[in-house]
């Protein structure tokens, strides 16, 4: 198979997994009600499963990035996807919670994986100058998958359907991969490296750990927007279906950032200014966009706020293929540790540290978000030089 028509179809996939996994999660916030009458559970338990995909790539991120540069892309993530399409379609296959906790676990292998690898993933098959732009438009497309789950599952018949056409989806995606991707185009053949080398290599790299602390605040910040800003409006006086508008901002803002972020990059002359840029208008957008007057204003501020935080993933991601002394090498390994504190932040930022310490007040609790989006522009200070080509 040619190289340009393997790399098609690699940023495909990666699209439609990465779909497919959005849309099998966000498929349930409409009909959250309906699940939890099923199965008799409250909105505590509800969450826990809502949020049960965060798991692997809590767990996992590291180890996954350690294996795909020992054995390669295309083993490892078929593997991952295959953990994914079992989850996706156990949960069609019982009615208690206990089994639609772990189906959600299982789905989350997939996207945990390729976020972990994204840089060896598309570097294998791109220049650092593009893999940015790949990976911005993969993730671009995932994101569509959260829209389409939220915005049409209320419309289907029964929750029944709703997981049969997850299920579909996902079983689709593992004989895709595997007779698709050839063996030796995702990745080099490995040539006797260590895991233990690889680790080394990572957790010594500075630039490794500036990454990874940048998208830990950053992770943190977004995920606090994503998650209070419709109670936050509806203090404001909004109705629900208003809230729930504006803050539907957020998420077209996070599709038009993941696909044109790696472009403004690109007309910017580099990625740390790029980078730099873009975090910091975020720092004003989470801190402020809130505040704005309803109409026009308040869906600029909101649909930034998606744009800076979602788009600067792509930018972040591609940085250990422009490392010295990590490169495709240990793109993997450098990857996983990234996803680690990435995920790290998501955990802990919004709920063990922002929202108890301003007692869940929307605009202390905004304003401190902001300062996280700081923080990461102070963090890229110390991101060591970028090797030609990013």
Same mark, same amino acid.
């Given at each position: ?59 996992? +991120? ?12 295309? $083993? ?30 299982? +789905? ?46 209320? $419309? ?22 595997? #007779? ?39 992770? %943190? ?53 790029a980078i730099v840029l873009i975090v910091a208008l975020g720092a004003l957008a989470l801190a402020f966009a809130w505040q704005l007057p309803a109409g026009i204003l308040?869906?600029?501020? #909101?649909?930034?706020? %998606? ?7 792509p930018l972040l991601l591609a940085i250990p293929l422009s490392l010295k002394g990590v490169g495709m090498q240990f793109a993997g390994t450098a990857g996983g540790l990234i996803a680690s504190l990435q995920l790290l932040g998501a ?9 108890? #310490? ?8 905004? #304003? ?23």
């Open positions: 198979m040619k190289a340009s028509s393997q790399r098609f179809l690699v940023v495909t996939l990666i699209s439609f997994i990465l779909f497919t996994a959005n849309y099998t999660q966000y498929q349930l916030s409409p009909i959250a009600n309906d699940i939890m009458a099923l199965l008799d559970i409250d909105t505590q338990a509800f969450t826990a499963a809502f949020t049960a995909p965060m798991i692997p790539a809590v767990v996992f +991120s590291l180890v996954s990035g350690l294996l795909v540069d020992r054995f390669g892309v295309r $083993l490892i993530l078929g593997m991952a996807v295959t953990l994914m399409a079992i989850g996706t379609v156990a949960r069609m296959a019982g009615d208690t919670y206990s089994i639609f906790f772990w189906a959600m676990l299982f +789905s989350g292998f997939g996207p945990a994986f390729i976020n972990a690898n994204a840089a060896k993933i598309f570097g294998a098959h791109f220049s650092p100058s593009r893999a940015h732009r790949m990976m911005g438009l993969a993730m671009a497309l995932g994101c569509l998958g959260m829209t389409v789950g939220m915005a049409t599952t209320a $419309l289907l018949p029964s929750i029944r359907t709703a997981y049969w056409i997850a299920g579909i989806l996902a079983v689709i995606a593992v004989p895709a991969w595997w #007779l698709l991707i050839a063996p030796t185009a995702v990745v080099e053949e490995p040539d006797g490296l260590s895991l233990k080398r690889s680790l080394q290599a990572v957790i010594r790299h500075r630039g490794v750990w500036v990454t990874g602390l940048a998208l830990c605040f950053i992770m %943190g910040a977004a995920l606090l927007i994503n998650a209070t800003m419709p109670t936050a409006l509806a203090t404001k006086g909004f109705s629900p279906a208003t809230a729930g508008f504006y803050s539907a901002m957020i998420s077209v803002g996070a599709i038009v950032g993941s696909f044109s972020t790696p472009y403004i990059a690109g007309w910017l002359g580099g990625l740390r200014r308040l869906a600029a501020g #909101l649909f930034l706020c %998606g744009f800076t935080t979602s788009g600067i993933f955990v802990l930022i919004p709920g063990h540290i922002i929202l108890p #310490l301003t007692g869940n007040a929307p605009g202390p609790a905004f #304003l401190a978000a902001g300062a996280c989006m700081a923080l990461a522009v102070l963090a890229m200070a110390f991101l060591p030089a970028l090797e030609e080509g990013a």
